[in-house]
């Protein structure tokens, strides 16, 4: 019965800006999208029914930006579902290894109603779902296989929106004795936290940041998106390709000194410059900014910093790549060298700023 009222209240809801003359069929997997990825994620009855109502008030609204009242609490009431919706479809995804093309497309590029989107924008985006859009051996991620990476402990989260990393969160509970130390293996080692950690923070604020403008909404619709879809598809060869555009300028724009010791060779100090090639990571929005999340993984000064884009992008790549390396090699600067001692003698950016600013 939830399921009949599910695909009659996902039906029912069209309006005259939903319809689009002589628009190709879309597949059929791809028909009334919403009801099936809610009936996967399997959240409550009461859940399903509220954030279809809102999403029907969304569909209708004149004005869709976050700067109107009315669309800003119906934004927020939506966000705070969709999110727990795509913990929970990612996890039964990756258990049931499913290939489902719809789920890809709601996991990758935040699809999810097929009515937000003209037709010829949903089969675009259901033949571009079958490309690897990340590259492990590059450190490009999408965000599905970045938080595949969370949940097998192969990477350590990402910081919050406070700087504080994962640890660093436990830490401070244990100050507020919510935890104890006998609870520090079990926190550590627990998928569902991990995994919840990254959603609550890089994807949920990282997806609002690289929108870049006042239309933010997380499910993928027409009004964000101003080119084609495969021409604003943001892959792993773009990255490399717009990072070497960088490197070809300053080489060093990812190295880091390190010390470096090899006694039985009678080599007791020796200051080693390495390249370090940050981690970036795709997130599912039409957008206009990239970010850069964090300079470092961790405290040790060898790790690669973050970098998060959207997967689709309305900007010039190479302009925003600048702009994230330029903020990275500035906090970089100020992490290896710290403002105490950014005196003048020291060459360090921060240190050259310091001097030229005195």
């Known amino acids: 019965l939830f399921m009949n009222y599910l695909f009659k209240k996902s039906s029912s809801s069209l309006c005259a800006n939903d319809i689009w003359d002589d628009a190709p069929p879309i597949p059929d997997e791809l028909k009334n999208s919403t009801s099936k990825i809610i009936s996967y994620a399997n959240i409550s009855n009461d859940q399903a029914r509220l954030f279809l109502n809102n999403l029907e008030a969304f569909r209708r609204l004149k004005d869709r930006s976050i700067y109107d009242p009315q669309a800003r609490k119906l934004i927020e009431s939506i966000s705070k579902t969709f999110f727990e919706i795509y913990s929970a479809v990612l996890k039964r995804v990756i258990n049931e290894n499913n290939n489902s093309r719809l789920l890809h497309m709601f996991l990758r590029y935040s699809y999810m109603d097929e009515k937000l989107l003209k037709p010829e924008q949903v089969i675009a985006l259901y033949e571009l779902v079958e490309q690897e859009h990340g590259n492990e051996q590059c450190s490009v991620f999408d965000i599905t296989g970045w938080l595949k990476q969370i949940l097998?402990?192969?990477?350590?989260?990402?910081?919050?929106?406070?700087?504080?990393?994962?640890?660093?969160?436990?830490?401070?509970?244990?100050?507020?004795?919510?935890?104890?130390?006998?609870?520090?293996?079990?926190?550590?080692?627990?998928?569902?936290?991990?995994?919840?950690?990254?959603?609550?923070?890089?994807?949920?604020?990282?997806?609002?940041?690289?929108?870049?403008?006042?239309?933010?909404?997380?499910?993928?619709?027409?009004e964000q998106i101003n080119k084609d879809m495969a021409q604003a598809l943001i892959d792993s060869q773009r990255i490399m390709d717009s990072l070497q555009n960088i490197l070809m300028v300053d080489f060093s724009a990812f190295h880091r000194e390190i010390v470096y010791s090899l006694p039985e060779k009678g080599i007791k100090r020796e200051l080693l410059m390495i390249p370090v090639m940050p981690e970036i990571i795709l997130l599912p929005t039409f957008g206009t900014r990239g970010v850069m999340w964090q300079e470092l993984t961790g405290r040790v000064r060898t790790t690669p910093g973050r970098f998060v884009f959207p997967i689709f992008c309305g900007e010039n790549l190479d302009k925003l790549m600048v702009e994230v390396v330029a903020r990275f090699r500035w906090e970089l600067s100020r992490t290896m060298v710290g403002y105490a001692r950014a005196e003048t003698y020291q060459n360090s950016l921060t240190g050259d700023y310091s001097s030229y600013i005195q």
């Open 152 to 222: 097998a402990r192969k990477k350590d989260p990402s910081i919050n929106q406070f700087g504080q990393d994962y640890y660093e969160v436990f830490r401070e509970m244990k100050k507020r004795g919510q935890v104890h130390d006998r609870d520090k293996a079990a926190y550590e080692a627990d998928p569902n936290r991990r995994l919840q950690h990254e959603v609550d923070n890089l994807l949920q604020l990282g997806q609002r940041l690289c929108c870049g403008h006042g239309g933010y909404f997380p499910i993928l619709h027409s």
